[in-house]
């Protein structure tokens, strides 16, 4: 993503969750890219993408941890929960087993993030129809009766895609607007950006570039 | 693929399965794929030169013994590699595990490398010569997977 440095307010961390072969990463390249990957193999460990969005006039970089949902990653991706803003935690409409298995998802975000961490139910592959084995009423009863924001979506034709990782951010702009996050504690998972473009003629000030090491 | 790169294990997560694999070789003098894998993968993502090496080292003797997570362990030896700056290593095993199979997330490591390592070399700089031994026999295993899977396509 070539860009003018800090042409964003604000960097908002999210995880991606959930089973093996849900849908993650999918859902990601969706948002990053507008493009489905038809065969797409198990990540390995964690995989990384960004995008900016707007909420409120406010832009707004989204740094996205994509986790393995492989049984063997299961304890070491815990690392990275910590400090997320949002998390995005998916099932698969077509497999009864994900969607029994979020009650340890949902654990596991709880204990290792913050209060104020927003949590997105995804219930993935809903252009599968013919093949549902959760119903659309019993995962928002579940989201209901756990506090958590919930959207049926399709990472093969877009569908609520973008609406998921929009609504957490607004859900986050909110709780900063409100004050429920301190920015200053790295776990809050947001970072400000204080300089803001249009306001003033910022351009010397580069945004973190670890990459310029002399070495 | 950088916030990967730069993205440091938690101490706390590291000194945990540093216990867990401590615990288990004292208790029965051997440890299981499991642990040393979880520590490996928190060694590579250490901040210390040789936190890393140690799990490179880890990560070469899993890939030996358990093919079943070879993919797993062959990524993480590159990426490994990638944040010691040994790129050439880094690059030799991004290739070992395309050449098997076609992976986005592994092209991108490999195509960071080569950029880390090209502008390396234009800073004058030699790469770390000559491949490391231990890299023949798991690449000896790979091209002979994908050699296989040729004869199998024709
Ligand atoms: N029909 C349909 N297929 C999908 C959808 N999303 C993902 N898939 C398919 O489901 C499979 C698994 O998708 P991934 O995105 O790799 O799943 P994942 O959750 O990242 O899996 P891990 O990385 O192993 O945790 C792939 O073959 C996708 O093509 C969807 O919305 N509809
Ligand atoms: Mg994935």
Request: proline share 2%; charged share 25%.
């Amino acid at each position: 993503m070539s860009s003018t440095p800090y042409n964003y307010n604000y960097i908002f961390k999210y995880i991606i969750i959930g089973d093996m072969g849900v849908g993650k990463s999918c859902i990601l390249h969706q948002f990053t890219e507008k493009k489905f990957m038809a065969n797409c193999p198990h990540t390995i460990g964690v995989e990384f993408g960004t995008r900016i969005i707007e909420v409120d006039d406010k832009k707004i970089k989204l740094q996205i941890w994509d986790t393995a949902g492989q049984e063997r990653f299961r304890a070491v991706t815990r690392s990275y929960y910590r400090g997320a803003a949002g998390a995005l935690m998916v099932y698969d409409i077509t497999r009864r087993s994900t969607y029994n298995h979020l009650s340890s998802w949902l654990t596991d975000t709880r204990n290792l993030t913050n209060p104020n961490t927003v949590i997105f139910l995804i219930g993935n592959k809903s252009d599968l129809e013919s093949t549902r084995e959760v119903t659309y009423e019993e995962a928002e009863e579940f989201a209901k009766e756990n506090g958590l924001m919930f959207l049926e979506a399709s990472a093969m034709t877009g569908q609520n895609v973008e609406e998921a990782f929009l609504e957490t951010a607004r859900r986050i702009y909110q709780n900063i607007q409100e004050g429920r996050l301190d920015l200053n504690a790295s776990e809050s998972g947001v970072q400000h950006r204080p300089s803001q473009p249009g306001r003033t003629s910022l351009t010397n000030e580069a945004p973190n570039n670890k990459d310029q090491c002399s070495c | 693929m950088e916030e990967l790169l730069n993205e440091v294990v938690p101490q706390e997560d590291l000194e945990r399965f540093e216990k867990k694999f401590a615990h288990e070789l004292e208790l029965d003098g051997e440890v299981t794929i499991e642990t040393k894998f979880e520590y490996a993968f928190c060694l590579v993502r250490s901040r210390y030169t040789n936190d890393i090496r140690k799990g490179i080292m880890i990560l070469e003797e899993l890939a030996r013994v358990h093919p079943d997570g070879r993919r797993d362990y062959i990524y993480y030896l590159a990426f490994g590699n990638a944040r010691i700056k040994n790129y050439s290593d880094g690059l030799k095993y991004c290739r070992a595990f395309l050449e098997i199979e076609s992976n986005d997330q592994v092209r991108s490591l490999e195509e960071y490398i080569k950029k880390q390592s090209d502008k390396d070399m234009a800073k004058g700089m030699a790469v770390a010569g000559g491949a490391a031994l231990v890299l023949g026999g798991i690449l000896g295993l790979g091209i002979a997977l994908a050699k296989n899977k040729q004869k199998r396509n024709n």
